[in-house]
């Protein structure tokens, strides 16, 4: 397992867990509630999505295939945006989990903000009509093209990460004569993952400014001084998969300790502050998340704590939930193609997509649940892996499963919670056109994003 890079470290994916391989679950075919979006359920068997049978819309779209639950999606949405309003924070949903031009809409109707980080998630937003001054621009390196666009387009707030990009930004505006909000994207050594952080005074990573280096201070102290930029707050992320706020809690306590010397020093009051995003989500049963509605009292209560105590105002609080918004909505679909036995050992049961569809278990040692979607059965558990069809060992869907002995060719399989950072990072590894984005809700499904065909491949071969 150690090959796996890990975004808290290697010391979270270098033991094996105690339970390993795992036992087979009680019935195999079960769609726990915890990790198949709202109203998954079996009918004959297979499995049926937003009202859509599995085999439906395998026949409709092919496999693979990313089904969005738009009603789970949405209603995640508003159930962040009404957790937060009640204690007056607002919501950006992080874009870069998953982002096309009918996402970007829900999130509107819901009443949501969003976040992109590159000129291309800009353009999908804009291109939806998502109105500008309720986009946040994020990113470590922005090019000049991609903040000339968002202060033409009114971007509402720039996440400003480094002193080239004031340097970019201070130009662009003069230019312009325009004023871009920003707020100052700060490192606080608080890594958080799952239940653990790491609270550290150093900041060896490319994101932000480090408060320990004095760098932040010295940025904010600059656009303090700009003539053509308007600072209103400071960001803090501290990572992704969290199940607990202890993490929150201490790069809250630095933020408002920050805040209260900038006050003492230079007199000003900056009036936002973004905690981040990293939410966790359910990928199997044993993951336990927590629910908006408490992450949100829990943050709001943080921070009037810490700046009550540091004799500041309290800013406006705003929070950037991706992955906890559509990561439980998605399932991937895949055709069983072969099953080989390695006897004695395990059975891998190979699909038509693999690593180009869904990256994160190779990347992240990431787990998931997968489960037979055409048709269920009696036949015993077998112990599987999951793997696509790409040339490279490490193509691992799920790594320790259980199946039912009599999966064959032909057969659909269903991975769950795959709504995030699996079409945002699909690739074309192998040539392997990338997979339609299908929509499921109310018994019907429409095609948000089509299928790629070797036609798109080769259009952009010049020979
Ligand atoms: C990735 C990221 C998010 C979203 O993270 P999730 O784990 O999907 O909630 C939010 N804000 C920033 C700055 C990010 O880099």
């Given at each position: 397992m150690s090959?796996?890079?890990?975004p808290a470290g290697p010391r979270h994916a270098d033991v094996l867990p105690e339970d390993h391989p795992p036992a087979p679950p009680e019935d195999l075919y079960a769609l726990d509630p915890r990790v198949w979006p709202g109203g998954a359920h079996r009918a004959d068997g297979e499995i049926v999505l937003g009202g859509v049978a599995a085999t439906e819309l395998a026949r409709e779209y092919g496999t693979p295939l990313f089904v969005l639950d738009e009603e789970d999606f949405r209603a995640r949405a508003r159930e962040f945006r009404e957790s937060f309003s009640a204690v007056g924070a607002d919501v950006y949903y992080a874009g870069k989990a998953l982002l096309t031009k009918a996402v970007a809409r829900w999130v509107q109707e819901?009443?949501?903000?969003?976040?992109?980080?590159?000129g291309g998630e800009l353009a999908v937003a804009l291109a939806a009509g998502f109105p500008a001054e309720d986009i946040g621009l994020h990113?470590?390196?922005?090019?000049?093209?991609?903040?000339?666009?968002?202060?033409?387009?009114?971007?509402?707030?720039?996440?400003?990460?480094?002193f080239d990009e004031i340097d970019r930004l201070e130009r662009i505006a003069a230019d312009r004569g325009a004023r871009p909000r920003v707020l100052v994207r700060v490192t606080t050594g608080v890594e958080a993952h799952t239940h653990e952080f790491v609270a550290t005074a150093h900041d060896d990573q490319k994101f932000g400014l480090a408060l320990s280096t004095g760098?932040?201070?010295r940025a904010v102290r600059r656009l303090l001084d700009s003539d053509h930029i308007d600072l209103v707050g400071l960001h803090s992320h501290i990572g992704s998969q969290?199940?607990?706020?202890?993490?929150?809690?201490?790069?809250?306590?630095?933020?408002?300790a920050f805040l209260a010397r900038i006050h003492a020093d230079t007199g000003a009051t900056l009036s936002e502050l973004d905690l981040g995003g990293g939410l966790g989500i359910a990928y199997t049963p044993a993951d336990t998340p927590l629910a908006a509605k408490d992450i949100a009292q829990s943050l709001s209560a943080i921070v009037a704590r810490e700046c009550e105590a540091g004799g500041l105002p309290v800013p406006r609080l705003s929070v950037e939930p991706g992955r906890a918004v559509a990561g439980p909505a998605g399932v991937t679909l895949y055709t069983v193609g072969t099953v080989k036995d390695v006897e004695g050992i395990r059975t891998y049961v190979s699909v038509d997509g693999g690593m180009s569809d869904n990256i994160r278990t190779a990347l992240y040692g990431a787990e998931y649940t997968c489960a037979p979607a055409s048709r269920a059965g009696s036949a015993e558990p077998m112990l599987s892996r999951l793997v696509g069809k790409h040339c490279e060992s490490g193509d691992i869907i799920v790594n320790d499963l259980h199946l039912p002995r009599d999966l064959r060719p032909g057969d659909l399989v269903a991975v769950a919670a795959t709504g995030a950072y699996c079409h945002s990072m699909a690739s074309n590894y192998n040539h392997l056109p990338r997979p339609a984005v299908v929509a499921v809700r109310g018994g019907s499904s429409r095609t948000l994003v089509r299928r790629e065909t070797e036609e798109d491949l080769l259009r952009l071969d010049r020979g």
């Open positions: 090959r796996y890079a890990h819901e009443g949501l903000k969003l976040d992109v980080c590159s990113g470590n390196n922005k090019s000049e093209s991609e903040l000339a666009r968002a202060v033409d387009a009114g971007v509402g707030r720039i996440i400003v990460d480094s760098a932040a201070e969290i199940f607990d706020t202890a993490g929150f809690e201490v790069a809250a306590r630095r933020v408002a």
